[in-house]
């Protein structure tokens, strides 16, 4: 199979830089339908640009390229253990150009590997077919999404909904409630992979087995099309909108299978997929391993671009923020106003929040605007370049956040899916703000990004360490203020009276 190596790298590349038809035409309705003008809108926008900057420049959609995962299908006799070896090179190749983010840390040390390979990753599922092809599946799930993952024991009590039973209509329940906990924190609009029954293992792994159906098709169980078509129609009338910013789009794809269960359990299991919903696969000859035919996509067809126009669209009102930033700048800010950072910031995520617990931080955080950010980076030479720079999922630095802010004077906190009840009196106590960028827009924000000053805590990671980076119209939304002020909490209490409206429906 002297093309294996080639096709597999192949596959992984276009899976993190080209989002596949069905996801581009779901993103692209939930952009009409969208009323123009509001944050969901403006959020839509950016992703919409952002898709196209990736597919253009070949880099990552999202900067988190998840745990790679493969699902492999072979015909009788050929030899698995060959692609079994090749992938992880794949992998690491991959990784080294940049089409991955280095995403495999020991759960012992919390050392990185730096080529995402490690115990159990990637992930390889095999199975032998009567066909005469090979086929890959590969899906790139991050970790923003792949937290938001549920399982529910039910009979349960839910939120806002009562107690889901043990029956169809229980399953409705949690698979509202699921969209609902996501909130904007797996980056909006999103889509469901759900397994009614089975153990708790297996129907996690066929929940995600689902996300591998398209979004327009059609469960063949009327029972479950039906299940599927209700969830659709009813979640997008909760109104968590893209970004979790309040909108009309909340959910673009569900997808739900059935298995048998134990007599005493009835799990419902829970694949929440973000909008960067990114999986491909490939068909490859048999004895060459030269790639034959793509799924989900047909590459005779011009991909077309998404966005109307590039990046942000500028209304004249945009507040310049250039740090390091004073309390007064900061509480002249209010929860919906948009800012772009012009200057210097510093990335940090779950690492260097628990280092700043115990030590000093390296760098002066006083006005500082720190950015909860793993990017992709590769060293060109003497020099440290951005490939791709979202914000990650800012909740869970939710234990330390606050006293950070307490402690060394940051005044602006970059990230998405805002944070909880402690960091925001933390904020109005201090002089703080909460500024949330556009989950997965990694391309968007890496142009944002002119210029790698240097980097500290380089130990931890590259997703993990102090980054210290020059931005330029580097756009965001406040949506925590300083006077006590959250427009997650706001979007959170209105989509759960919703979600009561929806208990009996
Ligand atoms: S789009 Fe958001 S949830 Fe999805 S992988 Fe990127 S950061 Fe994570």
New binding site residues.
């Given amino acids: 199979m002297q093309f294996l190596l080639n096709s597999v790298i192949e596959l992984i590349t276009q899976t993190s830089t080209n989002l596949p038809p069905d996801v581009r035409t779901a993103m692209a309705a939930a952009d009409v339908n969208e009323t123009q003008g509001t944050q969901a809108s403006q959020a839509l926008g950016i992703i919409l640009s952002n898709i196209d900057m990736a597919q253009q420049d070949e880099g990552p959609i ?3 390229t ?1 745990m790679p995962t493969f699902f492999v299908h072979t015909p009788v006799g050929v030899n698995q253990i060959a692609i079994r070896k090749t992938i992880p090179e794949a992998v690491a190749e991959a990784t080294r150009r940049g089409k991955l983010r280095p995403n495999s840390v020991d759960s012992l040390t919390g050392k990185n590997s730096g080529d995402n390979l490690g115990i159990e990753t990637p992930v390889i599922h095999f199975d032998q077919w009567e066909q005469d092809d090979i086929e890959i599946k590969l899906m790139l ?5 792949e937290n938001k993952n549920i399982q529910y024991s039910v009979p349960c009590n839910l939120d806002h909904l009562g107690r889901a039973d043990r029956n169809l209509e229980g399953v409705r329940k949690c698979l509202l409630h699921a969209v609902w906990q996501a909130q904007g924190q ?2 909006a609009p999103g889509a469901l992979g759900v397994c009614i029954g089975s153990d708790r293992a297996h129907g996690y792994d066929l929940a995600k087995q689902q996300l591998f159906r398209t979004l327009d098709d059609v469960n063949p169980d009327p029972v479950l099309a039906k299940l599927e078509s209700d969830v659709m129609e009813q979640a997008n009338k909760l109104g968590v909108g893209a970004m979790g910013f309040g909108g009309k789009t909340s959910l673009i794809g569900c997808k739900v299978t059935a298995a048998n269960r134990l007599p005493a359990s009835f799990f419902v299991s829970v694949a929440y997929e ?3 919903f990114r999986r491909l696969g490939v068909r490859l000859d048999a004895p060459s391993g030269a790639i034959t035919k793509w799924l989900y996509r047909d590459p005779s067809r011009k991909v077309e671009p998404m966005a109307a126009a590039s990046g942000f669209p500028l209304t004249g009102r945009e507040i310049v923020l250039t740090p390091p930033l004073t309390e007064e700048q900061v509480r002249a800010l209010k929860v919906g106003d948009v800012v772009l950072i012009t200057g210097e910031m510093y990335t940090g995520r779950d690492a260097v929040h628990a280092y700043l617990m115990k030590n000093p931080p390296p760098v002066d955080l006083h006005g500082a605007a720190l950015y909860h950010c793993g990017p992709v980076m590769l060293k060109e030479g003497d020099e440290w370049k951005v490939k791709a720079a ?4 800012s909740i869970r630095e939710e234990p330390y956040q606050a006293d950070v802010i307490r402690k060394y004077g940051v005044r602006a906190v970059i990230g ?1 899916g805002g944070m909880g009840a402690k960091t925001l009196a933390a904020m109005k106590e201090y002089g703080a703000v909460y500024l949330n960028g556009i ?2 827009a ?1 391309q968007y924000y890496a142009r944002s990004i002119e210029k790698v000053l240097g980097v500290n805590l380089i130990d931890f990671g590259i997703p993990e360490a102090m980054w210290h980076l020059r931005a330029r119209n580097f756009a965001a939304i406040v949506t925590m203020d300083a006077h006590g002020n959250s427009l997650h909490a706001d979007v959170e209490k209105e989509t759960g009276e919703k979600l009561e409206e929806l208990a009996t429906v």
Wanted: with cysteine; proline share 5%.
């Fill in positions: 999202c900067q988190d998840g799930k991050g970790g923003g999404c797996g980056c973000c909008w960067a979202g914000p990650t999922t998405k989950g997965g990694a």
